[in-house]
Each structure stands twice: as structure tokens, then as C-alpha cells.
């Protein structure tokens, strides 16, 4: 059975920073590119980073310059660094794993 699954979220002041993994697990096969989402109140989905098979990066620009999407092959996790966070950033953030969902992870940034 397939489970890709999010952790990492939380609560965070503004200029904070958080790390979200998302895990694989299962007879799964990597398809790139690999994304995180996000989905903020009223919003509908958006594409935030992306990772290719040759470790190319593309994202949103809103994000440019503090988040970092990254890959571990042999845990089976990527991963999504976010520093200087701010309120806008507050968003539930998913993780897409070919052509797999993560059930998502709260992320608010608040003081």
C-alpha cells in the first residue's frame, strides 16, 4: 500500500522558519517533477516549489529567496525548508508525489 504523508507543520511567528517532510512509503515509483502545494482559506491550490529527477528547482515567486525544496533518495522524503515566514504563507501544504497527495499540513504564521 502507497502513503505518501506530510509532518513538520505548526505554528510559527512572522521570520520564522519551519521544516515540512513528506514521506514515502510502499511499492512507489518517483515520477518528477516532485511539488509542494499549498491551499490557504478560500484559495484555491497553488504550485509552490518543484524538484526534477537532475535536482532542478523551480518556485513560485512569492517564495523565491526562503524556500528550499529538497529530496533524501534513500529515506524516501522530500523536503520543504521555509524561513522568513509570513502571515501570507499560512496555508494547509501538501506534498505531490506522483500521482500521489499527501493528506496535507496545517502551516500558520501568526504572532
Known amino acids: 500500500q502507497v502513503q505518501v504523508v506530510e509532518s513538520g507543520g505548526g505554528l510559527v511567528q512572522p521570520g520564522g522558519s519551519l521544516r515540512l517532510s513528506c514521506a514515502a512509503s510502499?511499492?512507489?515509483?518517483?515520477?518528477?517533477?516532485l511539488a509542494w502545494y499549498r491551499q490557504a482559506p478560500g484559495k484555491q491550490r497553488e504550485l509552490v516549489a518543484t524538484?526534477?529527477?537532475?535536482?532542478?528547482?523551480n518556485y513560485a515567486d512569492s517564495v523565491k529567496g526562503r524556500f528550499t525544496i529538497s529530496r533524501d533518495n534513500a529515506k524516501r522524503t522530500m523536503y520543504l525548508q521555509m524561513n522568513s515566514l509570513k502571515p501570507e504563507d499560512t496555508a494547509v501544504y501538501y506534498c505531490?508525489?506522483?500521482?500521489?497527495w499527501g493528506q496535507g499540513t496545517q502551516v500558520t504564521v501568526s504572532s
Open positions: 505531490h508525489w506522483r500521482p500521489y
Open positions: 510502499g511499492s512507489i515509483v518517483t515520477i518528477y517533477p
Open positions: 524538484l526534477n529527477g537532475s535536482g532542478g528547482t
